[in-house]
């Protein structure tokens, strides 16, 4: 039951209210399956089951509902500290971990919101959605910063990664309610998640030297070094390729959905007629984008695990390569940042998922392995360790301060192999 729901059935409310928190809920529902640009007042009401017109007494528009959707997940984040602000007598690691828990429960229960802040809305929307989709609440994030300099202060060598893991551990919770999607138990996500930072996975991890040398980390080098670099695109390069970055941009920005042929024209600056001249489709262009990125990052996934024969290393590898993926293909990771992105008819879309699930299946075989070979920490069971691993890796850490890839790869060693608490 959504949060959104639950509020609507309180005994509590009078009339209007109930019929207030309905409509949200009703349209949580909707936003929730089919994203902001797919969702109508016309959808709103055949899920509450009532004519469009009637919508009309409590919310003006679809953007005044999805306001209100964003400023109650804002509301309820900022009761997120409360908890753990309470357990005074809980060693920092402690309160760390009830906090993702909190933050991670809202998340779950407040999928709408989050899928909302997903991708940009249209540029037809106004400044007030725009802003509720930033997230502004003091409490919750001074509550992190607390709770994540206390935990570095009792392990001084590792003060420098304090602000990658507040950064870490504060994107893993609020997005929770998008990268797991099917998942309705906050305790075992947020506690895997802490498990993965905090503690590692790594039973025993070789020293930096050795993970650079070893023969995953070469073979993953190797395949990185046939990625393509992309040429820059000015007014003056040829006009497919300026349509196709335009194209990459647009859908990375809003999603593939709600990124239109026209926004995708204006952005490469040319005209309609002048576009449809050079790609077919909208659904062509994206094949294009995505078909070699997914293919570059195929290769060098597969080369990071299955080569060598030590499990740490080979996760090491894959998060070398996937912290130069979410940097050097920074739009084509945003356009597939969550599994919300794939929900399209587009076939190129459902080619990703399906080659994403290969990788998936082989970092679990992976993952078992190790954990049966005594090298890996069973924290959980593979198929779960690997969608969490896989989630802990993919986070932009280049948003942060403009991290650069040896510093995020740094991190991760530090934490996702060895543990912040452990190494």
Known sequence: MSSLR???????????????????????AVFEQRGYSGTTMALIADEIGVLPGSLYHHFRSK?????????????????????PARAADA?????????????????????????????EPPAVTTERLRDARRIHAPALEQAWRTTVDDLARDRPDRAGDARLLRFAV????????????????????????????????????????DLDRS?????????????PRRPATTAGSDVRGRIIAAARTAFARHGFEAATIRDIAGLAEVRMATLYRRVESKEAILADVVAGFSTDLGRAVRAALTNGD????????????????????????????FGYALDSHAAPLRA???????????LEGLLADGMARGSLRRLAEPQAAARQVRVCLWLPYQDFGRTSERRAHAFLRRTLLRGFVNG
């Open 6 to 28: 639950a509020r609507a059935d309180d005994p509590g409310s009078t009339a209007p209210e109930r019929r207030i928190d309905e409509v949200r809920a009703a349209a949580a």
């Open 352 to 362: 990703y998922a399906a080659e994403t699930d290969d990788r998936l299946r082989l």
């Open 215 to 227: 023969d995953a980390v070469r073979a993953a080098d190797d395949a990185m070094a046939t990625w």
């Open 63 to 83: 953007e005044e509902i999805a306001v209100a959707i964003l400023q109650r997940f804002e509301q309820d984040l900022g009761t997120a500290s409360v908890k």
């Open 170 to 209: 504060k994107s893993l919770a609020l997005d929770a309610g998008a990268q797991f999607p099917d998942d309705p138990d906050p305790s075992s996500i947020a506690g895997l998640l802490a498990d993965l930072l905090l503690t590692g996975v790594a039973a025993g991890c070789p020293d930096d030297e």
């Open 91 to 119: 060693d920092p690691e402690q309160r760390l971990r009830l906090l993702m828990h909190e933050v991670v429960s809202l998340s779950l229960r407040n999928r709408a919101a989050v899928r909302l802040r997903v991708f």
């Open 310 to 337: 030590c499990p740490v290393a080979s996760l090491d590898a894959l998060a070398k390569v996937l912290t130069r993926a979410r940097r050097g293909f920074r739009e084509e990771s945003d356009i597939m940042r």
